[in-house]
Structures are given as structure tokens and as C-alpha cells.
């Protein structure tokens, strides 16, 4: 088992809930879990597996306490690592920012040398724009709570499967 690290950033407790149910598909045992507001930055440096997500907020905008992060996280050297995202917004009343925060902190953990893994379908959702598209896919695990509640789980099943061989 890869050393995996998981870590997220919520408001209202969407994406801390599907943080929790991520980890119970890897597996409780297999992997440390942190808000962002309560780690120490450089503690990523610890890992193998990064699994990272974060709502969108504002238009397009990241929590502050992804924001916080960056001044550490920008001095990191993650070559080597890999990293995988997880993003919560709302497609409906959101579409133009769909999801922007994940292909944010995706480019910012790319600059920093990971690779990534876990790229996820555009099929089935709503949305007009998004800096989490890329060439057609989402950078990560498109979720959206405040409409397709009921596909979070199967979503989030499918979606470990697909990283499971970079866990292992
Ligand atoms: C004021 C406000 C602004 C929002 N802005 C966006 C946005 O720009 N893009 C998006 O995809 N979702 C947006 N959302 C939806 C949230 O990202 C979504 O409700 C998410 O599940 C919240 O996650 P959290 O509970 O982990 O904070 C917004 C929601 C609110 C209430």
C-alpha cells in the first residue's frame, strides 16, 4: 500500500462528507485524512498518494483555506507523488464556474511536480464552462450534492476503482 494521505477543504460539509465516504472505499486503515485547515503543509511531503479535494465558492473561487495553503505549498517539491481530485460544486446554478476550484488546485499541484491520476468523464452533467475540463474529461471526481445526490456513491465507487491500482 502506497503511504496515502487525504485532504479536503468544506464549508457546509458536503465535501467533508464525501471525504469520509472516499476513505471508507479505500479503506480507513490504509490512509491518513486531514481538513486542510489542521495540517501542517509540509506533511505532504510524508506521502506517496495524494487525494485532494475542495468545493467551488464565490464564482469560481477556492475556500480560504485552500488559499491559506498556497505560500508552503508553493516552495514544495512533490515530483514523484501522485495526486488525485475531488471536487463539490453546483452544475445548475453554477454552470459557468462549475467546479473551478478543482482545476485550480489541479494546476497548482501540478506545477509543484505531481502526477495525476483519476481523471473522470464529462457524460451526464449540466454545465455551460468549467477550469476543471480538460481535452473533454474532468481533472478529477466531479460531484455535485445539491443535484445528483443520489449518483455521489456509485460515483465515488467507480471513481476509487479507477485510482485503486495507484493505492496498492
Ligand atoms: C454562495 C455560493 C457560491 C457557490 N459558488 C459555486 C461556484 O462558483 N461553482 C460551483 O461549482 N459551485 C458553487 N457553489 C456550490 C457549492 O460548491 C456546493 O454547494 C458544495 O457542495 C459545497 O461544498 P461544502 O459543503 O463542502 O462547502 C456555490 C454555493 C454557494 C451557496
Redesign the pocket.
Known amino acids: 500500500m502506497k503511504k496515502t494521505v487525504l485532504v479536503?477543504?468544506?464549508?457546509?460539509?458536503?465535501?467533508?462528507?464525501?471525504a469520509g465516504l472516499i476513505a471508507d472505499e479505500i479503506g480507513r486503515d490504509d490512509i491518513d485524512m486531514f481538513d486542510v485547515a489542521n495540517l501542517t503543509i509540509t506533511r505532504l511531503l510524508d506521502y506517496d498518494m495524494l487525494v485532494i479535494?475542495?468545493?467551488?465558492?464565490?464564482?469560481?473561487?477556492l475556500?480560504d483555506v485552500w488559499l491559506n495553503a498556497f505560500p508552503v505549498l508553493d516552495e514544495l517539491d512533490l515530483t514523484g507523488k501522485r495526486a488525485a481530485f475531488f471536487?463539490?460544486?453546483?452544475?445548475l446554478?453554477?454552470?459557468?464556474?462549475?467546479?473551478?476550484?478543482m482545476g485550480i488546485l489541479h494546476d497548482r499541484f501540478v506545477a509543484r511536480g505531481v502526477s495525476v491520476v483519476g481523471h473522470w468523464p464529462n457524460d451526464s452533467y449540466e454545465?455551460s464552462a468549467?477550469k476543471a475540463l480538460r481535452e473533454g474529461a474532468f481533472v478529477g471526481l466531479a460531484?455535485?450534492?445539491?443535484n445528483q445526490h443520489h449518483l455521489t456513491k456509485d460515483r465515488i465507487r467507480k471513481w476509487v476503482c479507477s485510482i485503486r491500482p495507484f493505492l496498492d
Open positions: 479536503w477543504a468544506s464549508q457546509t460539509g458536503n465535501t467533508a462528507d464525501a479535494g475542495t468545493p467551488t465558492w464565490g464564482l469560481g473561487e475556500p471536487g463539490l460544486g453546483d452544475q446554478v453554477y454552470g459557468e464556474w462549475y467546479l473551478d476550484a454545465l468549467s460531484l455535485d450534492a445539491d
